[in-house]
């Protein structure tokens, strides 16, 4: 079955350094998406991509970064960690602009 | 901008005891309505998508309506497994390129007791 693997799915760092969180699809979906789930809040986006060498910037994306260098891969990075960045990050892909999104599982974040 | 508000937050329920979770919303140029059921530890489940007042989708114990201004998930005879936070989204224009934007509401928390 199709799916869409996050890795690690827990990391504590701190602040200042640069972490950077996989995420590998197998649906061969062209788009992919970036969230935060913070308490209180919903899921907020990050960044997306609409195929390789695609990128653009979601409502919250200061200090974050990603690359699309092939269909199946988004990794995310935080340039330089800081501690408002402690979330919860999950990452989706979607075949068409008006479909669902299919999610991961998460990476659980904190930074010290 | 966009909102969506889901209500109640909480809610417990015994099983067999039928309720309904509210999603109200205000968008602009609504594209689609999403409904996604999310364990703890675990990323959201897709479970239904509507997309013009008057649908109606099924699936097991649930079932989702939508109206101009709110969608229901009814839960009919709820068993213990049907616990989980449901998580309500709308689809709208507004991203790069001519996607659609989702925005989340913050869920509703559901506990089915035996």
């Known amino acids: 079955d199709a799916e869409i693997t996050q890795s690690p799915r827990h990391k504590i760092t701190e602040t200042g350094r640069q972490v950077t969180l996989a995420c590998h699809q197998t649906?061969?979906?062209?788009?992919m998406f970036w969230y935060r789930q913070d308490l209180g809040h919903g899921l907020r986006l990050i960044h997306y991509?609409?195929?390789?060498?695609?990128?653009n910037k979601g409502e919250v994306s200061d200090g974050y970064s990603v690359s699309r260098s092939n269909t199946e891969d988004l990794p995310l990075t935080l340039e330089s960690a800081a501690s408002s960045q402690t979330s919860v990050y999950f990452c989706?892909?979607?075949?068409?602009?008006?479909?669902?999104?299919?999610f991961g599982d998460g990476t659980r974040l904190s930074i010290l | 901008e966009d909102q969506v508000t889901q209500s109640p937050e909480a809610l417990r329920l015994q099983e067999g005891e039928s309720s309904s979770l509210n999603c109200s919303y205000t968008?602009?140029?609504?594209?689609?309505l999403f409904w996604y059921r999310q364990d703890p530890g675990k990323g959201p489940e897709f479970l239904f998508t509507?997309?013009?007042a008057g649908e109606e989708k099924e699936k097991e114990r649930l079932k989702a309506t939508l109206t101009k201004k709110e969608s229901f998930l009814h839960i009919t005879a709820p068993k213990p497994e049907d616990s989980a936070t449901y998580l309500c989204?709308?689809?709208?224009?507004?991203?790069?390129?001519?996607?659609?934007?989702?925005?989340f509401g913050t869920g509703t928390q559901l506990k089915v007791e035996l």
């Open positions: 989706a892909s979607s075949e068409s602009f008006s479909g669902p999104q299919h």
């Open positions: 649906w061969n979906h062209n788009n």
């Open positions: 991509s609409y195929g390789v060498q695609d990128t």
């Open positions: 968008v602009s140029g609504l594209r689609g």
């Open positions: 509507l997309y013009s």
């Open positions: 989204a709308v689809q709208a224009p507004g991203l790069t390129g001519g996607g659609n934007k989702l925005t």
